[in-house]
């Protein structure tokens, strides 16, 4: 640790007390005077001419000494002398992982078993992503819900409660009934431009075959790629032609395939398990935060100084007083 004086400027006001003293006017005070209407009869008589003066008290420099000696502790405090350690150091892990989800119609299909009951895709998505997300303690986790159109949910935090809470909050159908996978992605972009970290992963999360019109998904994936975007894609259930579902593996094999990711099919609890254990594997990213400097204030010590300083002159002072009347 180190000694330091965090306001150095404090000191540039050490002579204002001088400046006071020959800039401003003599303090006059009134005091109550004797009237004797004898007064100019008996000056007269003993040959004596009274004169107009001021009573001016004798100035005292063991007390002008100490006043300013007050001063200069006080300006000491004022100055916040401390000692100061070196700043504290931490690796940290961390990711901007955002999950852009499917809230068309068809995830409330119910055709999922989650803890011995039928309930519908998006439900059981949502309560083992909240684990999923619970289990993130060193990202920033964003949410983006699509369907007919994107929007964002939750912006990239890392407050892990309030994205469980909106992940609660959110219903299918929310955003339109078809599936626009370009659109999310293209949506995605823009959130991860406002993110400053390095490492972008992505997580798509869809049960159908893309719908939109705007912007093709191969298209979408290429600009992820150019702004070091990685998306891993995540099919619900089965593909395009076997048991009626309707779900483009193709579509989302080579989003995560020209990305530098991966794709990952879930029809059932089980497997969207083990497919977010996969994703805790990933590659973090490290970087050196800075925490707080450790710093120990020493302003009270000029302080009790300039308070000590006033009592014993006060002291002092009342003593010499009573001596003198004596």
């Known amino acids: ?25 003599a303090l006059k005070k009134r005091r109550a005077a004797l009237l004797a209407p004898f007064f100019d009869r008996a000056a007269k008589l003993s040959g004596q001419h009274p004169r107009k003066a001021a009573w001016i008290t004798t100035r005292s420099w063991l007390g002008l000494a100490a006043l300013f000696l007050c001063w200069i502790c006080l300006l000491a405090a004022a100055s916040s002398p401390r000692y100061v350690g070196k700043p504290g150091k931490k690796v940290k892990t961390v990711r901007s992982f955002l999950i852009a989800a499917d809230i068309s119609f068809s995830m409330a299909q119910t055709d999922w078993i989650l803890d011995g009951k039928r309930t519908s895709r998006w ?13 993130r303690q060193s990202d920033q986790i964003g949410l983006v819900m699509f369907g007919t159109h994107a929007y964002l949910q ?36 823009k959130v991860f431009r406002e993110d400053t970290i390095k490492q972008r992963i992505m997580l798509l999360l869809t049960d159908g075959i893309d719908a939109g019109q705007q912007v093709q998904p191969l298209d979408a994936a290429q600009e992820a790629r150019k702004d070091s975007i990685i998306i891993y894609t995540l099919g619900i259930g089965k593909a395009h032609g076997s048991g009626g579902y309707d779900l483009d593996e193709k579509t989302l094999k080579d989003i995560a395939r020209v990305t530098g990711g991966k794709y990952f099919n879930a029809m059932n609890e089980g497997q969207l398990k083990e497919v977010y254990k996969e994703l805790d594997k990933l590659q973090p990213v490290q970087y050196e935060e800075e925490t707080y400097k450790p710093v120990q204030l020493l302003y009270m010590y000029p302080l009790a100084c300039a308070i000590a300083l006033a009592l014993v002159f006060h002291l002092l002072n009342g003593i010499i007083q009573a001596i003198r009347w004596n």
Do not use: C, R
Not at 123 to 135: G, H, P, R
Not at 170 to 188: D, L, P
């Open 123 to 135: 439900a059981a998505v949502k309560t083992i992503m909240k684990d999923f997300v619970k289990n």
């Open 154 to 189: 939750a912006p990239l935090t890392t407050d892990l409660d309030a994205i469980t809470w909106l992940l609660d909050e959110t219903e299918v159908g929310m955003a339109g009934q078809m599936t626009s996978i370009g659109e999310a992605i293209g949506f995605s972009i």
């Open 1 to 25: 640790m180190h000694f330091e004086i965090a306001y150095k400027w404090i000191y540039w006001l050490l002579p204002l007390p001088l400046l006071v003293w020959f800039l401003l006017p």
